[in-house]
């Protein structure tokens, strides 16, 4: 049963707070630099949608932890699950023992990913290692080398999802060579094009870059290993690829004997309205990382497989935390949540938002385009509509205009904003948060 309770922004103090300029200095004193922060927002209590600051300002979440709190923050199933569990056993590592909620959470999931051969499972802690293993798998199961990833995708930050990464220059620079062996096709960009071809045709084009530009001159397909697609970028901007692409992508794939890996670690776990976003296309990938929404916080990650594929040896790769027994308490809690009805939820909201948005493009002489599925929604601005010159600076006072407001969202991409809420929020928020941004888009259009 959906518990959500409306609760909209109430700030009663100018932004940042008191309290929060004196724990943003001392973040800067004792922090890494490399943090990134888009505005003082110093979080002290969440609830379903909404943050509280140490000031007692109170936000409305359409970041959600990078799409990570997705049955809201501190549901109380979830709270409850993680309190009982830690009062029992807090850790124990299925790399030495066998744990019954391991087999439950690995058995949840075999049922939920498509395809008729049953999964296997491996428990990792974050996406990047689950993208990680999922490279270490590919490798020894096909034995072959090298990998083929997209522009503008995310894997992670670890070297061997940092060398799939091909997102922002700054991700790689300073860190030396990387693992060797992968190369980048353009993903297909339905708005913009990519590499000079145009929208309309973009997907096969894409699918011909790599047969003639990669397979035929730079690398043997045979020497392929696997391919990894995020089925709806995330930090490359909330840009899906489309149905047809993905289906010939698999196509290709299974011509050659390559793995095909979908990164569903921002898309997945119910987001776009299925359970993965790879459904909306119909296909069959031989692996799935999973991470983020999938434990409503806690950190976990699974890479999940075919189990046809996933045919190594004991030893051959393994974890201390992976499948902690807190993590999997939560992400049990956190599937029933889901099935029970903050999927559909997903997708019903998706549509009020999605309706409310499509003309904005006609109101708003910034935005470019709206995208997505589900709560994972996309926002392109722009400088011209005509042009499609990438608006980054007005993404950036509409992302400041936002908190101003107490409306918590993110960029993605180099101008875009991104909308992934909690799955469990309701109508009033949702358009409590696009009346803000509508009012911000105005407001910083009147400028410009």
Same mark, same amino acid.
């Given at each position: 049963?959906?518990?959500?309770?409306? =609760?909209?922004p109430?700030?009663?103090?100018?932004? *940042?707070?008191?309290?929060?300029?004196?724990?943003?200095?001392?973040?800067? +004193?004792f922090?890494?630099?490399?943090?990134?922060?888009?505005?003082?927002?110093?979080?002290?209590?969440?609830?379903?949608?909404?943050?509280?600051?140490?000031?007692?300002? !109170?936000?409305?979440?359409?970041?959600? /932890?990078?799409?990570?709190?997705?049955?809201g923050?501190?549901?109380?199933?979830?709270?409850?699950?993680? +309190?009982?569990?830690?009062?029992?056993?807090?850790?124990?590592?299925? @790399?030495d023992?066998?744990?019954?909620?391991?087999?439950?959470?690995?058995?949840?999931?075999?049922?939920?990913?498509?395809?008729?051969? &049953?999964?296997?499972?491996?428990? !990792?802690?974050?996406?990047?290692?689950?993208?990680?293993?999922?490279? #270490?798998?590919?490798?020894?199961?096909?034995?072959?080398e =090298?990998?083929?990833?997209?522009?503008? %995708?995310?894997?992670?930050?670890?070297?061997?999802?940092?060398?799939? !990464?091909?997102?922002?220059?700054?991700?790689? #620079?300073?860190?030396?060579?990387?693992?060797?062996?992968?190369?980048?096709?353009?993903?297909?960009?339905?708005?913009?094009?990519?590499?000079?071809?145009?929208?309309?045709?973009?997907a096969?084009?894409?699918?011909?870059?790599?047969?003639?530009?990669?397979?035929?001159?730079?690398?043997?397909?045979?020497?392929i290993?696997?391919v990894?697609?995020?089925?709806?970028?995330?930090?490359?901007?909330?840009?899906p690829a489309?149905?047809?692409?993905?289906q010939?992508? +698999?196509?290709? %794939?299974?011509?050659?004997?390559?793995?095909?890996? !979908?990164?569903?670690?921002?898309? /997945?776990?119910?987001?776009?309205?299925?359970w993965?976003?790879?459904?909306?296309a119909?296909?069959?990938?031989?692996?799935? %990382?999973?991470?983020? /929404?999938?434990?409503?916080?806690? &950190?976990?990650?699974?890479?999940?497989?075919?189990?046809?594929?996933?045919?190594? #040896?004991?030893?051959a790769?393994?974890?201390?935390?992976?499948?902690? *027994?807190?993590?999997?308490?939560?992400a049990?809690? @956190?599937?029933?949540?889901?099935?029970?009805?903050?999927?559909?939820?997903?997708? =019903?909201?998706?549509?009020?938002?999605?309706?409310?948005?499509?003309?904005? *493009?006609?109101?708003f002489?910034?935005?470019?385009?709206?995208?997505?599925?589900?709560?994972?929604i996309?926002?392109?601005?722009v400088?011209?509509?005509?042009?499609?010159? #990438?608006g980054s600076?007005?993404?950036? =006072?509409?992302? +400041?205009?936002?908190?101003?407001?107490?409306?918590?969202?993110?960029?993605?991409?180099?101008?875009?904003?991104?909308?992934?809420? *909690?799955?469990?929020?309701?109508?009033?928020?949702?358009? %409590?948060?696009?009346?803000?941004l509508?009012?911000?888009?105005?407001?910083?259009?009147? @400028?410009?």
């Amino acid at each position: 049963m959906l518990t959500t309770e409306a =609760k909209l922004p109430r700030l009663i103090t100018s932004l *940042p707070g008191p309290k929060a300029r004196q724990w943003v200095e001392l973040d800067h +004193q004792f922090l890494s630099p490399s943090y990134t922060r888009d505005y003082p927002l110093v979080a002290a209590r969440g609830r379903g949608a909404n943050v509280e600051d140490v000031d007692g300002n !109170t936000f409305l979440d359409f970041a959600a /932890g990078i799409a990570v709190v997705s049955t809201g923050h501190c549901h109380p199933e979830v709270v409850a699950a993680i +309190q009982k569990q830690a009062a029992e056993l807090i850790h124990m590592s299925g @790399t030495d023992f066998y744990y019954s909620g391991l087999v439950e959470l690995a058995r949840r999931l075999n049922d939920i990913v498509p395809g008729v051969e &049953p999964k296997r499972v491996f428990f !990792t802690n974050s996406g990047t290692e689950a993208v990680e293993a999922a490279m #270490k798998l590919a490798r020894y199961h096909t034995g072959r080398e =090298k990998f083929l990833a997209f522009t503008g %995708c995310f894997h992670g930050r670890t070297f061997g999802s940092l060398s799939l !990464t091909a997102s922002k220059s700054v991700q790689r #620079k300073g860190f030396g060579m990387l693992v060797p062996g992968v190369f980048h096709a353009p993903y297909p960009n339905t708005y913009r094009g990519t590499w000079g071809f145009p929208p309309e045709t973009v997907a096969a084009d894409s699918i011909k870059f790599i047969e003639d530009a990669l397979f035929r001159r730079l690398v043997d397909p045979s020497e392929i290993a696997a391919v990894f697609i995020e089925p709806i970028q995330g930090e490359g901007g909330y840009l899906p690829a489309p149905a047809a692409f993905l289906q010939k992508l +698999q196509t290709l %794939c299974r011509k050659h004997g390559i793995l095909l890996v !979908t990164d569903e670690v921002q898309s /997945g776990m119910g987001r776009t309205g299925k359970w993965w976003a790879h459904e909306h296309a119909g296909i069959e990938p031989d692996i799935v %990382c999973a991470a983020k /929404g999938i434990a409503s916080g806690m &950190p976990l990650g699974a890479m999940i497989s075919r189990a046809s594929v996933m045919d190594w #040896k004991p030893g051959a790769h393994a974890t201390t935390f992976g499948g902690n *027994p807190v993590c999997i308490a939560a992400a049990l809690a @956190t599937m029933n949540l889901l099935e029970n009805g903050y999927i559909a939820n997903a997708a =019903k909201m998706g549509e009020f938002l999605f309706a409310r948005m499509k003309d904005w *493009p006609a109101r708003f002489r910034t935005v470019g385009d709206v995208r997505g599925k589900g709560l994972m929604i996309g926002i392109e601005f722009v400088r011209n509509q005509k042009t499609k010159e #990438k608006g980054s600076e007005i993404r950036e =006072k509409i992302i +400041q205009a936002a908190f101003q407001h107490g409306l918590l969202v993110l960029g993605a991409g180099g101008n875009g904003v991104r909308l992934s809420p *909690p799955l469990m929020i309701n109508e009033e928020q949702a358009d %409590c948060a696009l009346g803000i941004l509508e009012t911000c888009i105005a407001e910083v259009e009147r @400028t410009l």
